[in-house]
């Protein structure tokens, strides 16, 4: 009896041997170069120990470029991928081919989690029908409506920084900051953040980026196999969270409907969408979901402009300070110009003269280059895609991952990249790069459809900070800066901290 139950438990493993065998050299059986993979682990090793994502895909690009291959075959634990290095082919991914690349492949849940019901995790009809409604609120016309909002948080920031009498920790001032522009303009609601360091909004803010619902192992299955943590009706965020946000936009409608309040920001464009859905409802027996505005989804994209828009904002402003600090000739360059285009504005800090700061969208650019706030975009094939130029064909439901932070550190687009140089922006040498060795907010019908407020928000906050103040290094300020590796998104490991000097 014990021979049968050896026999059989030897047969099993052979057959398990075979089939990750199988698996793990699924790209190498098709002529596509790849790196040794470890069973169950993949190329992931060490990840958010040992290396970030950022780490892992600058090794991978390194090598697959050194291939003279468009693209290698990696695996995310047991997640295959296409990982492409051909700055030509992403190009036909992110936009020439869009139609065959529309979705990302992120988990979403709506039917147990409506947080995630938002436009960066859609797919198909539903995202492109959200993408249609939302895209005339992110116009440069809207975003006039919500700059007096903006630049009178600034300005609270600016007072806001003046109490700080040391050195201080900038990441946090700068969140503080965005929390209460993003919770004014996506909810309505003053969050006073800046004037309490443990308001009920940026305490929900850390909350989420800080208190993640699960383990790593259980993050990971949901990030490599969505399909499999929705058929598990697995959850993101702490139901507080979720309870907290949703409640938050139902009293803000209900309280703007029954009161006829407008204030031309974000919720009010939300409001007008669900009244002509409604209208459109009236008229037909039902609205499928993705063509009608539930109080529900108009939470869900709130949401997700509050965490996209706060996180990578502030985040952003925070790595630019950093440069600035320690380059203290391109912070004065760039205050010359500050001053300069303000005292032509009448000292008032207007749309127009914030469009006129030419180098502040330099300097911005830098800081998104070198500290890229998203390691690496997601896309799935949806259908059979024959690679331009080559004999390999990526199957339906292909997993694609394009090395946005690897491309911006490669030294043959971006000579020296560990140095801060914002003149790699000036318009003569940018226009002679490829158009995808820059994507900070990615490309195509699927970039960050907010990309021009969250610009606009950090840069109306640099001003204010830059007008007032000169930041300098401090005995806590680390050079080279340590990046987490447990965050998919970047940030410092221990914090950014610097002293600011008031300059008027």
């Known amino acids: 009896m014990s021979y049968v139950f050896l026999s059989i438990a030897l047969v099993i493993v052979a057959l398990v041997l075979l089939y990750l065998h199988n698996h793990y050299s699924y790209w190498a059986r098709r002529g596509i170069p790849q790196e040794d993979p470890i069973y169950g682990l993949g190329n992931m090793k060490g990840i958010g120990r040992e290396f970030h994502f950022r780490d892992i895909n600058s090794r991978l690009y390194e090598r697959f470029k050194r ?61 492109r029908a959200m993408r249609n409604k939302l895209t005339p609120v992110f116009t440069s016309g809207k975003m006039k409506f919500m700059f007096p909002t903006v630049v009178a948080v600034a300005e609270n920031l600016s007072r806001a920084c003046g109490e700080f009498r040391t050195e201080f920790e ?24 800046l004037s309490d360091p443990n308001a009920e909004f940026r305490n929900y803010g850390r909350l ?20 499999l943590a929705r058929k598990l009706r697995c959850k993101v965020f702490n139901d507080e969270v979720t309870e907290f946000f949703i409640n938050a936009v139902r009293s803000t409608v209900e309280y703007r409907v029954q009161n006829k309040v407008k204030r031309n920001d974000f919720m009010d464009m939300l409001i007008e969408m669900m009244a002509e859905d409604q209208e459109a409802a009236a008229q037909h027996d039902s609205i499928d979901l993705s063509q009608g505005l539930t109080l529900l989804q108009m939470a869900a994209q709130a949401f997700v402009f509050f965490i996209a828009g706060f996180h990578t904002s502030s985040t952003t402003m925070s790595f630019c300070l950093y440069e600035l600090a320690m380059n203290q000739d391109i912070q004065d360059k760039l205050r010359e110009e500050i001053l300069r285009v303000l005292s032509a504005h009448n000292n008032i800090v207007t749309y127009e003269a914030v469009n006129e700061m030419t180098y502040l969208e330099q300097v911005l650019s830098e800081t998104l280059r070198k500290y890229t706030v998203l390691p690496h975009l997601l896309r799935t094939a949806s259908s059979d895609y024959r690679i331009p130029n080559t004999s390999l064909t990526l199957p339906k439901g292909s997993k694609i991952l394009i090395p946005v932070d690897a491309i911006h550190h490669d030294p043959e687009i971006f000579p020296e990249p560990d140095i801060f140089d914002p003149a790699r922006f000036d318009p003569d040498i940018a226009e002679k790069r490829h158009a995808c060795a820059y994507m900070p907010f990615g490309d195509g019908p699927r970039n960050c459809i907010g990309l021009r407020f969250g ?47 008031r300059v008027r």
């Open 67 to 127: 291939s003279a291959s468009p693209l290698g075959g990696i695996y995310m634990f047991f997640m295959r991928s296409a990982f492409i290095v051909d700055l030509d082919i992403i190009k036909h991914i992110l936009i020439k081919d869009f139609s065959s690349f529309h979705d990302r492949g992120i988990f979403s849940n709506v039917r147990d989690e409506p947080l995630t019901g938002h436009l960066l995790r859609l797919e198909g009809e539903q995202w």
């Open 170 to 193: 900038v990441r946090e001032l700068t969140a503080r900051y965005t929390t209460d522009v993003i919770g004014t303009c996506a909810f309505g609601i003053e969050c006073n953040s």
């Open 208 to 227: 989420i980026f800080g208190k993640p619902r699960h383990s790593q192992l259980v993050q990971a299955l949901i990030l490599f196999n969505p399909e």
């Open 455 to 501: 610009k606009m928000q950090a840069k109306v906050g640099l001003i204010h900070l830059l007008r007032d103040y000169k930041f300098i290094p401090s005995t806590r300020t680390e050079n080279p800066i340590v990046l987490s590796k447990r965050n998919f998104v970047i940030e410092a490991e221990n914090g950014i901290y610097l002293k600011a000097v």
